[in-house]
C-alpha cells in the first residue's frame, strides 16, 4: 500500500484501486478474473473483509470495503502479496 495514502478507520468504507502495471488489459482474460475473485472471497471468509461494491475492469479494480475485524491495511497488504503469486502459479 502506498505511502501517502492510509485507511484510518477499517470501519468506514474505503474506496480502493489497484491497476495493473502498465495499464495491460490483464482482465480481458477469465482466468485472471477468477483468481482476483478467488482472492478476494477468501479475504471475505478469512479476514472479515467486507465489500460494499466492486467493479473488475480490463486494467484495473475498484472497491469500496470495510472490516471490523482486522486493519483494512493488513488484509490489503496480505491480498497485495498473495494474489500475484497465484497469477504466478498458473
Do not use: Q
Amino acid at each position: 500500500m502506498s505511502e501517502r495514502y492510509k485507511v484510518i478507520d477499517s470501519e468506514t468504507p474505503t474506496f480502493v484501486t489497484f491497476t495493473i502495471v502498465g495499464w495491460v488489459d490483464l482482465f480481458i482474460r477469465r482466468d485472471y478474473t477468477n483468481i482476483l475473485y478467488d482472492s478476494l472471497e477468501y479475504c471475505i471468509k478469512e479476514k472479515g473483509l467486507r465489500i460494499h461494491a466492486f467493479v473488475f475492469m480490463t486494467s484495473h479494480v475498484h472497491l469500496i470495503l470495510t472490516s471490523s475485524s482486522v486493519p483494512l491495511n493488513a488484509i490489503i497488504r496480505d491480498f497485495k502479496k498473495h494474489t500475484p503469486t497465484r497469477a504466478h502459479l498458473r
